[in-house]
């Protein structure tokens, strides 16, 4: 991490570019979670597309309200909830729906995502972007792209095992993603992860002392 003594005393200087900002990616069942997961717990901030996602489309947010116009009532749980499982089927089979549901939250999640990031502290913040494409470089200002990745064999055993999908919806989502090796072409390093989740802390904390950094 860069001495605040670095900079001449008349550059203005900006605290948060101290801090670096890596964004981390890897497709279904690659272990993306666990590894923000873990760095959440040694302290790091996590900025997490996914969990945006869920709060920009709670109810009588404007992204709620579009989706119900966009859809209908029927995207609804009881309790006005959206119903996400309900939404994914829609849209995984429909690729107009698709376009239709990212023109409604992606501006709303890269907004609320660059507000946590301004907010976010310590010398390092992560970013999960499970969808990470090269322009979001420039967009969020970021320092690297970690890719988190699995054999498609094993993303499978995960997805069927952990989250109960059944194996052809599990090959078939994983069918619907960009491969590794594409994504492996786009990103700064890639971490495999076809073991335990021990031996993935263990590469986590092997980047974390490149960057010189211990904690968040």
């Known amino acids: 991490m860069h001495s605040n003594h670095a900079h001449g005393a008349d550059t203005p200087h ?3 570019r101290e801090m670096k900002r890596i964004a981390i990616t890897g ?3 690659a272990g993306k979670t666990a590894a923000t997961d873990y760095l959440g717990s040694r302290g790091f901030s996590v900025v997490d597309a996914d969990v945006i996602a869920h709060q ?7 992204a709620w309200q579009a989706l119900r116009d966009a859809f209908g009532d029927a995207v609804l749980n009881p309790d006005s909830t959206l119903n996400r499982a309900f939404v994914a089927q829609i849209v995984f089979h429909d690729p107009a729906a698709l376009r239709r549901l990212n023109l409604i939250t992606h501006g709303q999640i890269g907004l609320e995502m660059l507000r946590q990031l301004d907010e976010a502290s310590g010398d390092v913040v992560f970013i999960a972007l499970p969808l990470f494409r090269p ?11 970690w890719s988190v990745q699995a054999s498609p064999e094993v993303a499978v055993e995960r997805l069927v095992v952990h ?19 594409q994504r492996a072409a786009i990103v700064d390093h890639v971490i495999w992860n ?13 980047h974390l002392r490149r960057l010189g950094s211990g904690r968040g």
């Open 194 to 206: 076809d073991g335990s989740v021990e031996e993935l802390h263990e590469k986590l904390d092997e």
């Open 56 to 62: 920009v489309t709670e109810p009588g947010r404007p």
């Open 135 to 145: 322009e979001h470089r420039d967009l969020m200002a970021l320092d690297e792209v």
């Open 27 to 29: 497709g279904i069942g």
């Open 14 to 16: 900006d605290y948060r």
């Open 163 to 181: 989250r109960h999908f059944s194996e052809d919806d599990a090959v078939a989502r994983l069918a619907n993603q960009i491969t590794n090796e």
